[in-house]
Nanobody, 125 residues
Framework: QVQLVESGGGLVQAGDSLRLSCVAS????????MAWFRQAPGKEREFVAA????????YYADSVKGRFTISRDNAKNTVYLQMNTLKPVDAAVYYC??????????????????WGQGTQVTVSS
């Protein structure tokens, strides 16, 4: 069974940075897409960023492009989300996700089979 554990959330001020981490266990992340989604109170869960199964390609939501960076360390079975210039609208629970299928990328929730428990990010103005 794949388990994903996020960490690194917290309370920051607008303009600050945070780095989220997601450690996977039960299976390697090599050759699997990894993604971050977020859900703010009263809103649908939305795509934030994804790291291609190739380990090289990345995808971003328009709202975070240029501010957030997703990266991965396959040796550590870990994916990261570096968030810079945070805004109050970025406040949400951030979830890490991965797929059960090899060699496939996806930007939608339905494409992901395993989810972490989430980590809260709060941004004060």
């Amino acid at each position: 069974q794949v388990q994903l554990v996020e960490s690194g959330g917290g309370l920051v001020q607008a303009g600050d940075s945070l780095r989220l981490s997601c450690v996977a266990s039960g299976r390697t992340i090599t050759n699997y897409a990894m993604a971050w989604f977020r859900q703010a109170p009263g809103k649908e869960r939305e795509f934030v960023a994804a790291s291609s199964f190739t380990g090289v390609g990345t995808y971003y939501a328009d709202s975070v492009k240029g501010r957030f960076t997703i990266s991965r360390d396959n040796a550590k079975n870990t994916v990261y989300l570096q968030m810079n210039t945070l805004k109050p609208v970025d406040a949400a629970v951030y979830y890490c996700a991965t797929q059960s299928r090899l060699y496939r990328d996806s930007l939608s929730q339905g494409g992901y089979d395993y989810w972490g428990q989430g980590t809260q990010v709060t941004v004060s103005s």
